[in-house]
Structure formats: structure tokens, C-alpha cells
């Protein structure tokens, strides 16, 4: 009962590596492979197969079984659950295995498995217990008993017994103190560090829905905390703020002293070694106080007051126009042809930053084809110095579009917009057999570096329980994902 | 110690389990992968490499894997606590009768490791051993030292040991009693206060995983006063800030298991806007995990309207979210809508009703039928909304408007005529026989307001034949309807519309009603005007899709399959099989009866019309299983009303073959306990109307007088068989 074991799909929907199953019969990893291969060759978009897919159990059918499944770059993984169990569990432990496959292979991708087979099915034996528990997954404990693939140990494993038995197969960091000798079960013992390092990256994501007006539906942002630590001993860290408030719906790592969060705003924690996400919040702007009940009283919930809404960075104006004149008429025996216009602008707001890799997306609808269209700086700057180096920094990096024939999607790609300008694309479509149904919203993509929404400031990272003075950084980072209706 | 021997076994066995499955090429590529394991075992750093092989061959070939095991007990004495642990994991792992003999020794030694890593494994591994031989973990006294290791200093131990003992405890209440031999009472994992003080402790140290396991052992507890439940929520609640969705939801379930108990309103109400947070967080995850958590919001929403109140736009839909993200999100905003927020809502179903994807398009023009239902206030605004969107002339949008506006006119009566004309404009453009049945039931029902309406309905009693039945039925309704209102002008059309119906007609259903009309209309005019012209009681939304003794099972199961299913879990376990004593076995002796009847009624509707499921396609409740499910979720309401569990008490003694021997409709007899599922069919005369759905106008009409006073169906029904046999 509990999570059965991962399946690991290549994208033609064949087994590559599973866990080893528990169930008496091996006809279930393949029924589940089944289940989900037909759900997908069933479904007339992949993303909408329901995630979760219920399976009938071939031995027991007493058992409920079902089998939760993501898609991962090429990769599908499946991962079937059985008894009455969270579906969540299932999810949560997948994201969990793809974290860790991206932290010890920085990517995760059909070629990346198969050439790393070994250290992959090492994982899968660590974190998955056969009966269905997830066993050890923190990075740092995995770190001590599956080595990831070094370049040593790449030497080693091309190298045959002889060469290990002379050589002790030591791996670089020296052996491991004892695993699991660790008091603290997120971080290993025994940590050194020639130089002793701790960066913090806030990166907060804009999530929000434009409507046709201009006026922001709902706009939030939410930020994560990642930290990249690399301090010898068993540091003890005091993350200050200078203005916490900005944060709520707050979720943490486990190191994080909770009480202490709660007496005064102060994240307190013994870290774990490399790379995590300290703490997880929303950011919405004026709700910081007892939030649900300020908001619930307020009757101005027709539309969200400005103070609401995270502003949105960038305004779009966007036409759309399509002409009914030609070939309507089926007499004339020609295919109905409707020419469509496009036209949309993008003005930055932000006056102190560009935006980055803006990517504007629309879906032109079924029979979309004959797409010519034009991307173009209209103004930009208005002289001032910053911008026009900017542009020249940027060099050929200038506007481009593109359009994707499978999916219908248009696509608007701008490297760089820097303050106070505007860009712009014009041109023409057309369809076929129906009137053109685009779709009414434009999906836009950003990135802003050095800027966070919620202008979170930290105050002091202090660092006690250790000699050393370690170098630390902190740094923001802000992506957007804009639904912008027209 | 000797691993050369093993690594020259090695080879051998991965060639024979490869080869047979894997083409020459991707041989070679593993090939390779072997050899650098065995590489690597003879470091003595990855033995655990071998591990997958030796399991697949104790399936095969248990008695080679024998050799094996020495290996095995020699390394669970090794001084390296790491092959220590994982010697004891493979020996459970080996599913060999042979090996697990020699498994006890080893893993009684592991039990009391001083290494919390090698006692944790091993406390899985009973776990195991259980599942393979009980008798062995209790001759072995297994049982008893989990139980003492409950209070382990480390909270790790502690956590795989409650999920050790709560997969005995599973396995062992519910494997029959043909294993005899065990005791059971000493497998029950019974949670004690002492055992709850221990797990609050350890819940805040250990790993997501072993927190999960905490809290679903948790939720079994029974609180012995609402001190101790309150006491419960409170430590539970700071799980609430987990960074792992999984630990929320399950933290989420415990603490609306003991809320429950909790007397004190301010802290219940305090526990609920603290539960908003983390599950509004949930829903910037990947669109699974918001699916997950959609599907449970949708549930506690039920029990809790109050929590999200002020959050409807967290689930406004974007153009890119997934199908399944949509369709729960349009759901559960339907679900927060209020007269504040209506606006912004209503806004919002417009935008969705103009995008590409049909059934998205059409679930959110039902929603704003509902929300119409569901808010006096806003009704004529979303009458005005569905006005725009017919206005766009695009056809489906159009049918499903017609479909809802029948809604709004039988929740305000005579409100809305001004739109008729509109509606009937768009007549010829129908094809669907839904959105067919719903004009023709409007024309029927403002016959006298509606001057051509004898001319519309002409075009419907000419093509009579070709319609589908529910468009036949509804047809003869309104004609009859028609002819009571206007009898001067309509006499023709009324005779052609009986006549047709009773002879030309292969439906009995529409024959049936035919000739109860005539019947009704010759004997005595009056009785047919209270009939069919009876008052009919005003639709309202349900606040639960399901009934509210399974809503409350549900709840307890927050975060499981049942959960995301709206369904218990002995519904979908299984064929659907559920027995009279299951049930009796389920339900509590501490609940009261009238409880557990409710409870077990409408788990056998559950179970009987997952049976019938095709009977149950109205698919149009907003509901990502599709028809089946939002067929049972009707149900489920029809359940919820008192009336209806009179009816269903009533007939279940007196077996409903009066109803079948009068509509001949064979279909029907697995569904005694569903009245109101058959779409637009005889049966439908008992919908109550409670239901928003399609089937409850065409269904209420041909009996309306009936189903005006559902309290003693028999005998009403009695009446018309006797006209009927008399007409015979």
C-alpha cells in the first residue's frame, strides 16, 4: 500500500528504468504503463489527460490503484499508487525524484537517463522502499550513499576492478563521516569548505490575469527562497528582513525554527548543505495584515482596488481584425479564406529596469496558416543614454517571431526591453473553412533580473556557531507569467 | 569477506533477465552498465547495484538466491551500519520462503541497532515480513518491539515505525479470517494517548514522508474529549506551513477529522482561515497537484463554505491551464460565488464561454446558469450574459444557453419572458435534442404569452417522428400544455400530436404518456389541468454534490483516492461490490441510527449506479469524471432531500413493478433506488426538481401533479395504471 514504485516512460511511452515492484503479479508496472499510454493516445492534447488515472489492480481487485504521472522534458514518469492513498503523495514524491535527478545530473532528459543508468537506479533503490515508502531523499543523506558522477568516478567505473582495488575508490570529498552519523537529519556532519560561501537567490513569480481593459483580475506573486550553501560545521543562521510583512501564506523548509517566525519575523535554521528552497510566500500587495478577513469585509471585491494587485510591469495593446470579404460566398467553388490583421504593442512601465526574454504567445486557432507578420522597435528611450547603450549592448539581440504550424501558435520573442520603450508587431493571417477563433488572451512570458515585486529587502544574514567569516550574497530575480486578454 | 564469489555470479544472472528482454543494442549499453556495477561492487561501495537482479531472480528462481543469503546475514553484522541496513532491506526485499527463515535472527539483531538508520530499515522490514508470513513476525515477538519503538529517541525511527505498524494493522484487518492462526487484536494498531503524545513529538522533526505517515495515524485517533482534539489541531496546525503539499493536505485532514469534536466555535472558525493559506498556495503548483487539490477544496468547500470566501480569484482560469485544472476551477468558483464577487465572476464566465474548447464553453455557460440559480440577485444580469453570448450566434454556445436559460425560467417563474422571442429566433439553428427539449419546453410552458406558439409547435409536431424521445416527450408536454391554454386554437394540433404518438411511436415511454394525456384530456379537462399545469416547485442549486453522510466520510479521507474521486472507497475498490454487513461493518456503533442509515442508502446508490452507469450520462454537471460521475452526483442529491429518502424508504418495501409494468422500461429495474436518474424517462416524474439538470424540467412535467406531493407516491400512481388498463 502506498506509492508501488516509479515507472520511467521515454516518449514513445516505452518502460526505460522502473523500481522494482513489490506485486506479486509482473503484469502491473505494465498494466500501468498501458493505462496511461492509452489515456494519452486517447486524449486529443497530452496536457489534458487527468493526471491521475485509476487502474484496476490485476490480482486484488480489492485494492484501489491508480497511477499519478507527469511529463518531464522528453520523459514521462509515472508513478502508481495503490490502497486509499493521497494522490498528492504520489505527486510529491515524483517531484521530489525529479529534483534530485536534477541536482545530480543538472537536467533531466532521455539521454541523461540512459547514460546514467547506474547512478539512477542507485537513486531509485535509496528513495523508494519496495513496499511503498519513500525512504531517503534529502540531497545531502543521498549525497553520502549514492555518489553522483564525478569525473572521478566516471574514471573509476571506465576503469575495471584492478584499478579500484589498488585505488580505494575514495571519492573527493573524502569518506563520508558516517552516514546518517548526522544529529541533524538534514544536514550531513562533517561538512568542509576551503571557502565558505551562503547565497541567497529570492525569486518571485508573477502570476496574473489581464483583462481586456488593462485592468489586472487577480495578480500575485509568489516568491521562493533558494539558497546555495556552502559553510563547513554546523552553522546556525538568523535571516533578518527589513520588511517581513510583505510575505504571507509563508511555507518553509524544516529547518526553519517555526516559533521563531512566529515571535518575531525572524527565519532561524541550521541549513542543510548546498542547494534548497528555504521558504516558499504570496505576495499580494495591502493584505498583509490578517489577509481573509480584511479582504472579506471589504465590498470593493467587484474589482480589485489597485492597491490590491501587484502592478504588472508591461502594457500591451493589442487589435485584432478580421475581414469577411473574400470567398464567403461557396458558389464560387473556392476554399472560404478569412485574412486577419494582428497588431499589438508592448510598453514597459517599469522605468528603472528592462524586462527580459519577453515571450508573447497566441494561439491563432485551428486553421491559422499564411502568417506574415513584422516585429519592430517603434520608439525607444526617448534619448535617454541608459536605453540606447542597452540596445547596443544587446547587439543583434532585436525582436523576432515565430510560428509554431502544430500547436497554431504564434510566438513574439523580444530579448530585451529596456525602460520607456515601446515594440511592436504587425501583420497579417488567414484561415481557412471557419472564421478564425484566436484565442482571447496573449500568454506572456518575462524575466526580470535584480527586481523583486515585493521589494523584500533582507536586513542581516547572521551566521553564529562557527569560526569562520563566510562570504554571502543576496540576490533577487522576478518572472512573470501574464495572462493578457484582448 | 567474500565478494568474489558475487561478483561472478553477477554477470550471469543480469544476462539471462536482459537479454530475454532488451534488443541487441540496448544490450550492449547495458552490458556495460553491468559491468561497471560489478566494477563498483567489488569496491564494496555499491553492492546495492546487485540488488535489483537477486529480486528478480528470487521471483524466478528462489532456490539459487539461497546461496545468497549467507552473504547477507555475514554483512548484517558488518561494522558499517549503511551495509548493515541494506542487507536487512534486500533479505525483506527477497520475496523466497527459504530466505525469511533465516531473515529473523538479523533483523531481531537490527531492531535494537545502535544506528537509527539501520533500525528505521528494519522496521520496515517487519512490515514486509509480515506481508509474507505473519505467523513469523509474531512468533518473534516483532510486534511488540515496534510498539516499543514508538518511543524512540530518533524521530525518523519513530516515523517509519508508525508506517510499519499501520501497514500490519491495514493488512491485517482486512485480509479475511483465513489467516486464524494470529491474534488480530494484537496487529490492530491501536493509537493510545500515551502512543499520540509520543507522534506530536516526533511530528515536527522527521522527513515529509514520515510526517504523512504521522498524520494519517493521526486522523484514526479518537479524541477522548474536545480538549484533546483541540489540543490535537492546535500542534497539527503549524504543519499547515510545510513547504510539501502532501504533508498540508494530510495535515488538513486531521485537523477537520478533530475539528469535529471541537467545541469552541472561535477556534474551529480560527483552524478554518488558517487552512486557507496553505491550500491557496497549493494552487501555484504544477497542474497536478492543483488538480489534487482542487478535487479536495471542492470537498471541504462543501462542509465549510466559509473557508476561501474571499478567494474566488485565486481560481479564475487561464487559457493555458489544462482541461481538468478548468473544469474543477469553473466548479468551485460556482461554488464561493455571492452576491459580492458576482460581477467579477460573471465577467469571468463570459470571457471563458468565448474560448475554443467546446466542453469548456459549454460548462461555462451552465455555470452561469447556476450561478443565476444561485443568486436572486444576480439573476437578471446573467440572464443578460447569456443574451450576449446567444447574440454570437455560435451553435453550441447557443444550445447550451437555451438549455440553461429553461433553468433560470424554472427558478423565476415569469420573470425573464421578455427573452422568449430571442430564444425562439434561434430555433432552427438547434440540433441537439437537450437544447431542443429546453425551447420546447419553455414554448410549452408560456404557451399563452407566446402568440405563434402553436405555429412553433407545429414544426415540431410534423418532424414528430424523426425527434429523439426526449424531445418527443417534451413535444407532447407542451402541445398539451398548448392545447389546456389556448383549446380553441390548438385543437387540430393536439389531435395530431396524440395520434402520432400512439400509433406511429416505438418509444413506450412516449406512447404511455401519450395516452394517459388523452385519457386525462377525455374523461375529465380539470384533472389534466392540475396535472400538467400544476404548480412546480422552484429548482435550487445543491450546496453538496454528494450526500451528507458520505460528504462526512469523505472529509475523513481528505487527501486519499476517495477524496479526489467523491466517492467512498468501497465504491471504486474493487467491481463495486459492496455487501449489506460491509457496510454494517463500516459504519461505527457510535453513530446513531438514523446516521447509518443515511450513510448506507447512499452508499448502495453509489454502488448501484456505478453499475448503471451508462443509464446516468447527463454530463452535464461540471465535473471532470465525466457523465458517469455528475450522473451519480445527482443522484447523491436527490438522496440528500428528505423527500426523496421517503420515497426511496417507501419503495424499497413496496418494489417498484408497478412503475416498470406501466413504462415497460425494462432498463430501469437494476435502479430501484435511483428514481430520478433515467434521463427525460418515465421515472423522471419523481425528480423533485431539485436538481439543476437538464432532466428535471422535461421529467417534472409529465407528472407534475405527482411529483407536487412526493410524500405518498403509491397510491397517486395507482390512478393512472387504472385509466391506463381501463384504456386497454
Not at chain 1, 537506479?121 to 543523506?141: I, K, R
Not at chain 1, 478564425?436 to 500568454?443: D, F, K, T
Not at chain 1, 544574514?461 to 501574464?482: D, M, Q
Not at chain 2, 426538481?689 to 405527482?706: E, K, M, N
Amino acid at each position: 500500500m502506498g506509492i508501488d514504485g516509479l515507472i520511467i516512460l521515454d516518449n514513445a511511452g516505452r518502460s526505460i528504468i522502473q523500481s522494482g515492484f513489490r506485486s506479486t503479479t509482473p503484469a502491473y508496472p505494465l498494466l500501468q504503463i498501458d493505462a496511461v499510454n492509452t489515456a494519452l493516445a486517447a486524449a486529443s492534447r497530452p496536457t489534458d489527460v487527468d493526471p491521475v488515472i485509476q487502474v484496476q489492480h490485476p490480482s486484488n481487485s480489492d485494492i484501489p490503484s491508480a497511477c499519478c504521472h507527469v511529463a518531464c522534458g522528453d520523459l514521462r514518469i509515472l508513478c502508481p499508487i495503490s490502497g486509499n492513498v493521497d494522490p498528492l503523495v504520489g505527486f510529491a514524491f515524483l517531484q521530489t525524484f525529479v529534483d534530485i535527478l536534477q541536482e545530480y545530473f543538472g537536467g533531466v532528459s532521455l539521454a541523461i537517463v540512459k547514460d546514467n543508468f547506474d547512478v539512477v537506479y542507485q537513486l531509485l533503490e535509496e528513495t523508494l522502499d519496495s513496499v511503498g515508502h519513500p525512504l531517503t531523499t534529502s540531497h545531502n543523506a543521498l549525497r553520502d550513499i549514492v555518489l553522483p558522477p564525478s569525473l572521478f568516478s566516471k574514471l573509476l567505473n571506465a576503469a575495471t576492478a584492478n584499478l579500484a582495488a589498488i585505488g580505494g575508490g575514495t571519492p573527493i570529498q573524502g569518506p563520508p563521516a558516517g552516514p546518517f552519523s548526522s544529529q541533524i537529519p538534514w544536514r550531513k556532519a562533517g561538512v568542509k569548505y576551503a571557502s565558505n560561501e551562503m547565497y541567497i537567490d529570492v525569486n518571485e513569480n508573477l502570476q496574473a490575469i489581464v483583462n481586456k481593459q488593462g485592468v489586472p483580475l487577480t495578480s500575485s506573486a509568489y516568491g521562493k527562497i533558494e539558497v546555495a550553501c556552502r559553510l563547513s560545521g554546523t552553522p546556525d543562521c538568523t535571516l533578518n528582513f527589513t520588511n517581513p510583512q510583505v510575505m504571507t501564506d509563508c511555507s518553509f523548509h524544516p529547518c526553519v525554527r517555526l516559533q521563531r517566525w512566529s515571535r518575531d519575523k525572524h527565519m532561524s535554521f541550521i541549513p542543510p548543505d548546498g542547494h534548497f528552497v528555504l521558504a516558499e510566500y504570496r505576495y499580494t500587495p495591502n493584505t498583509n495584515s490578517n489577509s481573509a478577513i480584511t479582504r472579506f469585509a471589504n465590498p470593493s471585491s467587484t474589482a480589485p482596488s489597485p492597491k490590491e494587485v501587484v502592478p504588472i510591469p508591461f502594457a500591451i495593446k493589442a487589435k485584432f481584425e478580421v475581414e469577411e470579404t473574400t470567398g464567403t460566398n461557396g458558389a464560387t467553388g473556392r476554399a472560404a479564406s478569412f485574412p486577419g490583421t494582428l497588431s499589438a504593442t508592448v510598453m514597459l512601465m517599469l522605468t528603472t529596469r528592462p524586462i527580459e526574454n519577453v515571450f508573447v504567445e497566441l494561439n491563432l486557432g485551428e486553421s491559422a496558416h499564411a502568417i506574415k507578420c513584422v516585429a519592430s522597435r517603434e520608439s525607444g528611450g526617448l534619448g535617454r543614454g541608459l536605453s540606447a547603450l542597452e540596445s547596443g549592448h544587446a547587439g543583434s539581440a532585436s525582436a523576432s517571431w515565430s510560428f509554431d504550424s502544430r500547436k497554431k501558435v504564434l510566438r513574439w520573442e523580444i530579448p530585451n526591453v529596456p525602460p520607456s520603450t515601446h515594440w511592436s508587431l504587425q501583420g497579417s493571417f488567414a484561415a481557412s473553412t471557419t472564421p478564425p477563433r484566436p484565442s482571447h488572451a496573449l500568454q506572456v512570458r518575462f524575466e526580470i533580473q535584480s527586481h523583486t515585486f515585493s521589494a523584500l529587502k533582507v536586513d542581516q544574514l547572521k551566521i553564529t556557531g562557527e569560526g569562520y567569516k563566510p562570504y554571502k550574497g543576496v540576490r533577487g530575480r522576478s518572472t512573470g507569467n501574464v495572462e493578457w486578454r484582448w | 569477506m567474500s565478494k568474489g564469489p558475487r561478483s561472478i555470479r553477477g554477470p550471469g544472472k543480469a544476462k539471462t533477465t536482459i537479454v530475454s528482454r532488451r534488443s541487441q543494442h540496448e544490450y550492449r549499453k547495458r552490458k556495460d552498465d553491468i559491468k561497471r556495477v560489478i566494477a563498483s561492487m567489488t569496491v564494496g561501495k555499491r553492492r546495492k547495484l546487485v540488488v535489483p537482479i537477486l529480486m528478480n531472480y528470487a521471483k524466478t528462481q528462489p532456490e539459487l538466491v539461497i546461496l545468497a543469503v549467507n552473504t547477507f546475514v555475514k554483512d548484517s553484522d558488518d561494522p558499517n551500519p549503511l551495509v548493515r541496513a541494506l542487507a536487512i532491506r534486500t533479505m525483506g526485499c527477497l520475496r523466497a520462503e527459504k530466505i525469511i527463515d533465516y531473515l529473523c535472527d538479523p533483523l531481531q539483531k537490527a531492531l535494537r541497532d545502535e544506528n537509527p538508520y539501520v533500525r528505521k530499515t528494519a522496521a520496515l522490514c517487519v512490515a514486509k515480513l509480515y506481508d509474507l508470513k505473519p505467523e513469523l513476525v509474531m512468533e518473534n515477538g516483532f510486534l511488540e518491539q515496534l510498539h516499543d519503538m514508538i518511543s524512540d529517541s530518533n524521530p525518523m525511527v519513530v516515523a517509519n515505525t508508525v508506517a510499519a505498524l499501520t501497514d500490519i494493522h491495514i493488512a491485517a484487518t482486512s485480509s479475511e479470517p483465513s489467516t486464524s492462526s494470529i491474534d488480530n487484536s494484537s496487529t490492530v494498531f491501536h493509537i493510545t494517548t500515551a502512543i499520540l503524545n509520543k507522534l506530536l513529538v516526533a511530528l515536527n522533526e522527521c522527513s515529509e514522508w514520515g510526517r504523512v505517515a504521522i498524520l494519517n495515524a493521526l486522523a484514526r485517533y479518537t479524541a477522548a474529549d474536545d480538549k484533546e482534539s483541540e489540543h490535537i489541531c492546535e500542534r497539527v496546525v503549524p504543519q499547515f506551513q510545510h513547504i510539501n503539499g502532501s504533508v498540508v493536505l494530510a495535515a488538513v485532514k486531521v485537523v477537520m477529522i478533530h475539528l469535529r469534536n471541537v467545541k469552541r466555535e472561535d477556534l474551529g472558525k480560527q483552524l478554518i482561515r488558517k487552512m486557507a493559506p496553505p491550500l491557496v498556495t497549493l494552487l501555484s503548483s504544477p497542474p497536478e497537484v492543483q488538480w489534487v487539490a482542487l478535487r479536495n477544496i471542492n470537498l471541504l468547500l462543501q462542509k465549510r463554505p466559509e473557508l476561501l470566501s474571499s478567494e474566488i480569484r485565486v481560481f479564475f482560469c487561464k487559457y493555458n491551464d489544462p482541461l481538468y485544472v478548468k473544469v474543477e476551477k469553473l466548479d468551485i468558483m460556482v461554488r464561493l460565488a455571492n452576491d459580492k464577487n458576482v460581477d467579477a465572476l460573471l465577467s469571468e464566465l463570459k470571457e471563458y464561454a468565448s474560448e475554443v474548447d467546446v466542453d469548456f464553453v459549454r460548462k461555462s455557460v451552465k455555470a452561469i446558469g447556476q450561478t443565476a440559480v444561485k443568486i436572486d440577485e444576480a439573476a437578471e444580469k446573467c440572464v443578460n450574459v447569456l443574451l450576449e453570448l446567444i447574440a454570437t450566434r455560435v451553435s453550441y454556445v447557443v444550445q447550451e444557453a437555451i438549455v440553461v436559460m429553461k433553468d433560470i425560467f424554472r427558478k423565476y417563474p415569469s420573470t425573464y419572458e421578455g427573452v422568449i422571442p430571442t430564444l425562439c429566433a434561434n430555433l432552427d439553428e438547434l440540433d441537439e435534442p437537450e437544447a431542443k427539449a429546453s425551447l420546447i419546453w419553455i414554448i410549452g410552458e408560456y404557451a399563452n404569452k407566446i402568440d405563434n406558439a402553436d405555429e412553433l409547435l407545429t414544426l415540431f409536431v410534423d418532424t414528430f417522428t424523426e425527434e429523439s424521445y426526449p424531445v418527443q416527450l417534451q413535444t407532447l408536454t407542451a402541445v398539451v400544455k398548448l392545447f389546456l391554454k389556448k383549446p380553441d386554437s390548438s385543437q387540430a394540433i393536439v389531435q395530431q400530436v396524440l395520434n402520432t404518438a400512439t400509433k406511429d411511436c416505438d418509444s413506450p415511454d412516449v406512447r404511455d404518456r401519450a395516452y394517459i394525456y388523452w385519457r386525462l384530456l377525455s374523461m375529465d379537462p380539470a384533472a389534466a389541468k392540475s396535472v400538467v399545469l400544476s404548480h412546480r416547485p422552484p429548482i435550487s442549486i445543491p450546496r453538496t454534490t454528494v450526500a451528507p453522510a458520505v460528504l462526512e466520510e469523505l472529509i475523513g479521507e481528505i487527501g486519499s483516492l476517495a477524496s479526489v474521486y467523491h466517492k467512498p472507497a468501497e465504491t471504486f475498490i474493487g467491481k463495486g461490490r459492496l455487501s449489506a454487513d460491509a457496510i454494517q461493518r463500516k459504519v461505527g456503533p457510535g453513530e446513531d441510527d438514523e446516521s447509518q442509515l443515511s450513510t448506507q442508502k447512499a452508499l448502495q446508490t453509489v454502488v448501484a449506479g456505478q453499475q448503471s452507469e451508462n443509464l446516468l450520462d447527463f454530463g452535464d454537471e461540471p465535473s471532470t469524471e465525466g457523465g458517469g460521475l455528475s450522473g451519480l452526483a445527482a443522484t447523491q442529491t436527490m438522496l440528500a432531500q428528505p423527500a426523496a429518502a421517503n420515497l426511496i424508504a417507501g419503495t424499497s418495501s413496496n418494489p417498484l413493478d408497478d412503475l416498470v409494468s406501466i413504462f415497460g422500461n425494462v432498463s430501469m429495474q437494476p435502479m430501484s433506488a435511483t428514481p430520478s436518474a433515467a434521463p427525460g424517462g418515465g421515472f423522471g416524474g419523481f425528480d423533485f426538481g431539485q436538481a439543476p439538470t437538464s432532466a428535471a424540467p422535461q421529467a417534472v412535467d409529465a407528472f407534475a401533479g405527482l411529483s407536487a406531493t412526493p410524500a405518498a407516491p403509491p397510491p397517486q400512481q395507482q390512478k393512472p395504471q387504472e385509466d391506463l388498463l381501463g384504456l386497454f
